[in-house]
């Protein structure tokens, strides 16, 4: 079995950029669940579902390509917050796992691993992932983040925005019946507030080095 590492966190943590970094240097092939979340959310917002009918989004779950995962539609705050309200489905979550599980335990060809990173990772999809890592950083960090990020994309918001909407998110993220983001127990954890991007890649890619790397 090749290996699997989980990465989870919360909304702005650093945890995109951290797997990200860490499939490339592994030769690990790398999945965005969010992106699959926010997929559903950008097919529902364009047919006008309603947010709250689980078994109508869910059918838009099955719908969803891989090439659909790489639109910078995606990226959008607006597409995000929707992917929030539609990550409370149980149906939406049960038809979204089966991708999720696939890529991870068999990533695609040519590649010696699989990164994920998400909400679940190690507490649903993945809870025998060899190496878990929660990532997670005072809010005002994150804020700060995800506003210059939403800027660089030419976005028109107001810090005090992003401020109400990631609290928002964490909220609905950390309090739902299923699949709530919560640390898996054995996760190692990891808080970015004062972490470069490069710093918070060392301490992680070390860890990941000591667990599978054999002695
Ligand atoms: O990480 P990202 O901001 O792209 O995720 C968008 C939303 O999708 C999250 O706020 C969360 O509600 C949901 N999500 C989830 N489980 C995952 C990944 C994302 O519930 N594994």
């Known amino acids: ?15 995109g950029t951290l797997a990200k970094k860490l499939a490339a240097h592994f030769g690990y092939a790398y999945l965005d669940t969010g992106k699959l979340y926010r997929a559903v959310a950008a097919r529902a917002l364009e047919v006008g579902a309603d947010l709250s ?36 489905h149980t149906e939406v979550r049960v038809a979204l796992k ?44 994150r804020a700060d983040r995800r506003y210059n990020e939403l800027l660089s994309y030419g976005e028109d918001i107001s810090l005090a925005q ?9 909220h609905r993220d950390t309090n739902r019946a ?7 127990q054995n996760a ?5 507030t004062n972490l470069s991007i490069d710093a918070a890649f060392e301490q992680a890619r070390h860890l990941i080095e000591i667990i599978l790397l054999p002695k």
């Open 53 to 88: 009918d689980g078994s109508a989004l869910a059918k838009l779950a099955t719908l969803i390509t891989p090439d659909e995962l790489e639109s910078p539609a995606l990226k959008s705050g607006a597409v995000g917050a929707a992917a929030s309200k539609v990550a409370v």
């Open 162 to 170: 992003v401020v109400a909407d990631l609290t928002e998110r964490d």
């Open 188 to 192: 190692h954890l990891l808080d970015t």
């Open 1 to 15: 079995m090749k290996p699997v590492i989980a990465i989870d966190g919360t909304f702005a943590s650093g945890k």
């Open 98 to 141: 089966n991708y999720q599980v696939q890529f991870a335990f068999a990533p695609p060809k040519g590649f010696a691993g699989a990164v994920l990173d998400g909400r679940d990772i190690g507490t649903v999809i993945c809870p025998d992932a060899d190496v878990k890592i929660y990532v997670d950083a005072k809010s005002e960090v």
């Open 178 to 184: 299923e699949a709530p983001l919560k640390p898996a």
